[in-house]
């Protein structure tokens, strides 16, 4: 089945900086989402982007699909951004498989 | 109305208990989803259904069963977990082919 790395698996920020996640797959996908799990679990969509650029405030995503790669941006971060992120991947019949996921940690 | 409801938040259930988790969505969708979630790790589908009829079934193990009353609501029926049944157990809904939206989850700890 498809493979759906990301990186990286950990990152501690000051509150302010800006950083980018990245997530691999290993195949054609039909589309991408991004998610945010807060502390509590519960999975927030950020974005559904199968290619091309998405901005959401502070928040943007880019899907390069012929090259199996997809970007997120998270500037001027906010303790309220920690938890984990996943991007996760459609290859068709509904099935939706997910990312390895990389922790963020904002900092005050 | 983007929201999934899940009902029970937290159940501890012993292994010989039955008991069932709820999802319900008013959004339209046709799609409903099962997924479970152990810690430290990514949500892995369980269950699809397709206009209230089972289309996928990722070789869960039988003491786990899936039912679709009707086009809003998903039921997880659980009947002699064991204790590596234990996660966070997701439900979401979309329309066919379309983003998927999550619930809060059930958070399952099996005695």
């Known amino acids: 089945g498809i493979q759906v790395e990301q990186s990286p698996p950990d990152l501690i920020l000051q509150e302010g900086a800006n950083s980018t996640l990245r997530c691999n797959f290993s195949?054609?996908?039909?589309?991408l989402q991004w998610f945010h799990q807060n502390p509590w679990g519960q999975l927030i969509n950020l974005f559904y982007i199968p290619s091309g650029t998405k901005q959401n405030g502070r928040l943007s995503a880019t899907t390069v699909a012929t090259e199996r790669y997809s970007l997120l941006y998270i500037s001027s971060s906010q303790t309220t951004d920690s938890g984990v992120y996943f991007c996760a991947v459609n290859t068709g019949f509904q099935k939706l498989v997910f990312g390895t996921g990389t922790r963020l940690l904002v900092s005050p | 109305d983007t929201e999934v409801t899940q009902t029970p938040k937290h159940l501890v259930m012993g292994m010989t208990n039955k008991k069932s988790l709820k999802c319900e969505q008013h959004m339209g969708h046709r799609a409903m989803y099962w997924y479970k979630q152990k810690a430290k790790k990514p949500p892995e589908l369980m269950f699809v259904y397709s206009y209230e009829k089972l289309s996928i079934n990722e070789s869960v193990p039988s003491r786990f069963s899936p039912e679709c009353p009707n086009s809003s609501l998903l039921n997880l029926h659980l009947h002699a977990l064991q204790p590596e049944d234990s996660a966070l157990y997701l439900c979401a809904s979309s329309h066919v082919e379309g983003t998927q939206y999550f619930g809060p989850g059930t958070r399952l700890t099996v005695l």
């Open positions: 195949d054609s996908v039909n589309n």
